[in-house]
């Protein structure tokens, strides 16, 4: 009970509440433009934290997920070059890639990682982590004196027990807590290591809807708009003709969302664990969240998303803009 407290307090403390300007990492999985199942919340996310003026980027970093680590590394690249040619006022960091396996079998050091590491010799940092935790996990596997270097990590992921992510009209079609499944080994290492870990999860992801009309909207920006709206099209297609959904929800531009503007979600403190279910057809781990839950690994779980952000999700892309009068309690 006195660790489980302890923890609390970590948390609290470490809340992006209580922060203002920070140096933050970014690790993510993008596949924007890649093809029509292909998401494109994690451009949205590094588009809008490349915007902020609250957000210092010191390293971006890629890992397997949406796609494999060489395409999410090409497609970053390639986000990066448009971001520098369209906004060039914008300081952007190189990408570097990490891992391309789960933790069990990356044995080697990503180049990412090590370059992690030597930032947080540098930096106290925030980890803004979209895909699977694997470089953070190899990161506290290999180099664990960081640990206290990292201030917290906000990642998309978790759920509570029993809870299903479905989405749109069709009822025997639902979504999975993709960068849990990815790597569920990663996240149990991140929540043993008392670094306070955020959640941005599904029930919070399905309040905010991208439209058709909110990416009408975004092409009449700007150059960097358009282009990201245009390659969200596709995107925004297969949820319409695949799950009957009249939009798309936005799950990793909310991260950035949160680390600028908690007073935008409400969230609680809750223990958390990784749930292991290996049947003789099915493995499917997941992360889950409960009050009652006999754990003394806890986190910071933020479920409800303020109207502010639900009426107009484009706005996600300009994040400093954000309104805040209408905070969510």
Wanted: proline share 6%; net charge negative.
């Amino acid at each position: 009970m006195r660790l489980a407290w302890l923890l609390f307090i970590t948390v609290i403390l470490c809340s992006p509440a209580t922060a203002g300007e920070r140096s933050i990492w970014i690790d993510a999985d993008p596949a924007c433009g890649l093809g029509q199942t292909d998401d494109v919340d994690d451009c949205w996310a590094i588009i809008a934290a490349v915007r902020s003026t609250n957000l210092r980027i010191v390293g971006l970093s890629t890992v397997f997920g949406n796609t494999d680590v060489e395409r999410a590394t090409a497609t970053t690249h390639t986000l990066l070059r448009s971001i520098r040619q369209h906004e060039p006022e914008h300081d952007v960091p190189p990408v570097t890639k990490g891992a391309s396996r789960p933790i069990r079998k990356q044995k080697d050091v990503p180049s990412a990682v090590r370059k992690l590491a030597a930032a947080l010799d540098d930096h106290r940092l925030t980890i803004l982590a979209l895909g699977p935790l694997t470089n953070i996990a190899i990161l506290l596997r290999d180099y664990p004196e960081l640990a206290a270097r990292v201030d917290s990590i906000v990642a998309v992921a978790g759920q509570r027990p029993g809870q299903v992510f479905s989405v749109g009209s069709t009822p025997f079609l639902h979504l999975h807590d993709l960068n849990v499944r990815k790597d569920p080994d990663a996240f149990d290492t991140v929540l043993r290591s008392g670094i306070p870990l955020h959640l941005i999860p599904f029930e919070a992801a399905q309040q905010v809807v991208v439209t058709d009309r909110d990416l009408h909207t975004l092409k009449s920006y700007g150059t960097l708009d358009a282009w990201i709206a245009s390659r969200s099209v596709p995107w925004l297609t297969f949820w319409e003709e695949t799950f009957g959904a009249h939009g798309f929800h936005p799950f990793d531009a909310l991260a950035v969302a949160y680390l600028l503007h908690p007073d935008q979600f409400t969230c609680r403190t809750t223990p958390a664990q990784i749930i292991r279910r290996h049947g003789l057809f099915v493995v499917r781990d997941t992360l889950e969240v409960a009050p009652s839950m006999a754990s003394q690994s806890v986190v910071r779980y933020c479920s409800e998303v303020a109207m502010v952000i639900r009426e107009s999700p484009h706005t996600l892309l300009a994040p400093d803009r954000t309104g805040s009068d209408n905070s969510s309690k």
